[in-house]
Structure formats: C-alpha cells, structure tokens
C-alpha cells in the first residue's frame, strides 16, 4: 500500500490495496477463499486473522482502498448497500429514535427505515433537504438522532447543501448515500458529514457483476459499533466480491468521467426536446440546485430523470429502449433504463413521497453517446406520437 493523500484520484485508486504475491511478484491481489486460520493459541491470533465472518485479507485491502478514496479513517464493507445501511442504522439508533430523511431518497432505504425499523420503535421525519429552512424547522421540532441525506437524490436529482445541513444538525449524526455521485466526484466527510455509506454495487463495482456495500467513517466509535454488528449479523462481502470490486475501482475515474460525458450530453438534448416534459439533471442551467452542487461536485454524474405528459407515454418508452436495458439498477458501463413508481421505488406508494408515474430514470453508461440519443430519439418518437 503505497499511496499518499498528495497523489491523484485515479494513482490512490489503482495502487491503495495490498501488494499482490511476494513470492511470484505478482501486482494484483490475491483472492483469498480460505473461511479459517490458523492461530498462534487459544484466545491468541498473533495479529492475523481467525475466521473469514470477521476478517479476510481481500476484504481488508478493499476497505483500505475505499477508506483512502473517501478521506475516511474507516471503511466496513458489506454484502449489499442494504446490508450496509441496516447496519449502520442498527449501531445509531435505538427505540424512540428519529431518524430526518430525505423526501427523494431510494425506494430500498425508505422500505427499511419505515418497514423494518418502524416496527422497532423508530420515527421516520420526512423533509425536503434542500430546503434549509425546512432542515432548521425539523431539527427543532423532531430532534433527530440521524440525518439521512442523498444528494444527488434518487431519482429526481435533488441537491442539498452538505456542509449546510451538517452546521444545522445538533447532535445527530448526518449521513449521506454518495452512490450517485461515488468518491470520484464528491467527497461528504469532507464537507461535515459524519458517515458516507455507498452502494458499491453500483459505480464502484461498476460492470453489473458484483453486489456489496460500504460504510465509511472518521469516528472511531462510529466504525467500531458497525464492525461489532458486522461481526455478529454476518453480513460480510466475500473475498471474490471484494476482489471483483477492487478492479472495478482502479478504472473508477476513466468510467465516470465517460459517464458524466455522456449523461451532459443526453440531459441537454431532452432538455431541448419538445417532447420531453422536464429533465432532472443538475447540470442543467434552471437546475435549483446547480450552484450548490457545481460546489460540493466536480462534475455532475451519469444520472439523470426525465419526464413525460403521461404514465402511458412513459412506459411506451422505457419498453421501446434498445440500447438502454430496463431493469433496477444503475450505475454500469451499460445504460439503465427505469421506471421508478413501479420499479425501484415502488415502497414509495401510497405516502407523500410517492413517484410519479410519468418519470423516467436514466442510468447512462460508456457507450457511444452518438447511438444512445438515436436509441432514445426512436424510443420517444414510438411513445410520443
């Protein structure tokens, strides 16, 4: 592990992970499969690892990787994003708690806090982030033992002020999902946040072929409670999952920046077309929150929403896409397509918060970007007609 806080993004991303085999000399990780390890005596390790549940050697290069591209003391990887959130929420809270969330936030996060932790005694506030006034008036009436923060948001690309919120926030700890965003273009600990959690199923893995999840984080006592409870639920990333997701990293930087080509390029193109009722993209111009998150970002990510006039038009689209594959996830070098009402956020129904039928998720990949807006030029042309 050679790397130093001086060097770029994509240097610490390729080279902050254990050296590969000293005995061959070989530059990649070796992926480590054994569950069991010998130890020194009972009750002795001798410094080494015991049991895979706990500690693995691949698991650990990945966390040191994340760590360093975070500017985090501590990062504990998990089986899934969920995996990760449950338990991070789980170390932060208790009964009677109340955890302040986003208003746009994924449909997954709002089902656990509401479906599973709801019936554990916690309080879900819900509240438009962006909207500090409204930050300031939830505080004080709903005093929250977390704030939970996504920004973008999913999936209407709503951006919230970081460093804001966290000078409003008391004594709850202010958590931010940067899955949209990834370390790459946004950095939240170092804007005031307390904890960032990631999908890393997502971007950082990158290619749709490995699921796991992250929580980064310079407070100790934040870090330990979350191993604790990683050590006794289980919920760990395996080490081909962990080695998997550690070469997805090292081409993190060449990725996003081809996915934040494609996705500018794409978002002013609907932007103009007439038959697109709105775009959600904060790299647009009337874009609410463009100010802010050309601040806090360095770019603006491979996401975006659009909008028709009907649910009908919408899924006549998201049916008629070639090249952008309907399904649930995102950030892959593959472009997504998504409905969100009935796909990823369909917890969200029924409640205040819930999606319109008329919005269209666009996770935009690395191919050409001259074939991605013909595929969605004949997409809109067979559902607006």
Known sequence: MTTTDHQGFATRAIHAT???NPSTRAIIPSIDLSVTFGIDAPGNPGGGYEYSRVGNPGRDALQHQLATLEGASHAITFA?????????????????????????VYGGTYRLLTGVFGRWGITVVTVDTSDLSAVERAVAEHPPAVIWLET??????????????????????????GTFATPYLQRPLSLG?????????KYLGG???VMGGVVATNHDHIAEAVSEHQSAAGAVVSPFESWLTMRGIKTLALRMEKHCDNAEAIAHALHADPRVKRVYFPGLEHHPGRDIAQAQMTRMGGMLSLELDSAEQAHALVTATTLFTLAGSLGSVDSLVNHPATMTHAALKGTPNEISPTIIRLSVGIEDVEDLLADLDQALTHAVS
């Open 18 to 20: 254990s050296p590969g």
């Open 152 to 177: 973008p948001s999913n999936p209407l690309m709503t951006i919230t002020d970081i460093a804001a919120v966290a000078n409003l926030s008391g004594d709850a700890v202010v958590v931010v999902d």
């Open 80 to 104: 899934t994003g969920l995996a990760a959130e449950d338990a991070l929420l789980r170390s932060l809270l208790k009964p009677g708690d109340t955890v302040l969330l986003g208003d746009d």
């Open 193 to 201: 946040a307390d904890v960032v959690v990631h999908s890393t199923t």
């Open 207 to 209: 290619h749709s072929d």
